[in-house]
């Protein structure tokens, strides 16, 4: 990312791409997931049209929106972290001068740089995120493990179980639903390190009611709004159909749940 290295976004030295790990699972799943999410072509077909892509110069994000006749449809978010994942690790693998061929030797990925240290848990006063602890912990999560990451991800579940219940229901587009899941986990993350247990659940209720008319990020979250309009430039890098009325809409849901999550914060007298 601009500032960041993170999955739906630019691609950085942990390898993943916008919080999506860029996993490569070979041709077959690849063709499979393809043809799931409504695209013609097979792995072949888009290895050809990457590798011309990249004899002439272009970025992949100029490519990947063609393979679809229409918007790509997923049953899941799962499928499309895997469907996008695979792609950019096989424009990668390309790149490389490899083939689309799993069996040949790669060459080990680098390390990842070690997650990065987090300020104490619950130490940050009042109920506003502080701009040098939103920089900490995202540089923390872009460190982490795919495994390490689900587990905080399934924490954010059960602190959190009626944010995941209210997105889940919410009708988006495919490229707005992955960024707003994964921004809402992350904007949580920052949170619960900044407030601990002062953040309480948030009710369903209050996110049905503010999203409406919720207070803009800017006012609530400031550094938050921050990072979440330099994620949301980049999703709309890699992917065109995320256009102006997606990332009004996708704001819109973010600035929800900060709003939400901001109310969910007791008083340090109350804690």
Known sequence: MVRRTRQVRGAGPSGRAGGLPAVYEGPEELSALLARAGSPHDADAVAERFREAQR??????DVIPGL????????????????????????????????ISREEPEAPPP????????????????????????????????????????????????????????????????????????????AWAMFDVAFGDRVDTVPFQTLRATHPEPATLETTQPALAAYVSEALDLVAEEDASFGAATRAEAERVLATVAAALTEAVAAEEDA
């Open 111 to 186: 390390l990842a740089p070690p997650a990065a240290a987090l300020p104490e848990r619950g130490a940050s006063p009042g109920t506003v995120l502080p701009p040098a602890l939103v920089d900490a912990v995202w540089k923390h999560l872009d460190a982490l493990t795919d495994r390490e990451r689900q587990r905080l991800r399934d924490r954010f579940d059960g602190a959190q179980p009626n944010v995941t219940a209210w997105l889940d229901a919410l009708t988006l587009p495919e490229a707005a639903a992955l960024a707003v899941h994964d921004l809402a986990f992350e």
């Open 68 to 99: 679809f006749e229409d918007e790509p449809r997923f049953a899941s978010p799962e499928d499309a972290r895997r469907l996008y994942g695979n792609l950019f690790a096989l424009w990668d693998r390309l790149a490389r001068g490899l083939s």
């Open 56 to 61: 002439l110069g272009h970025e992949r994000a």
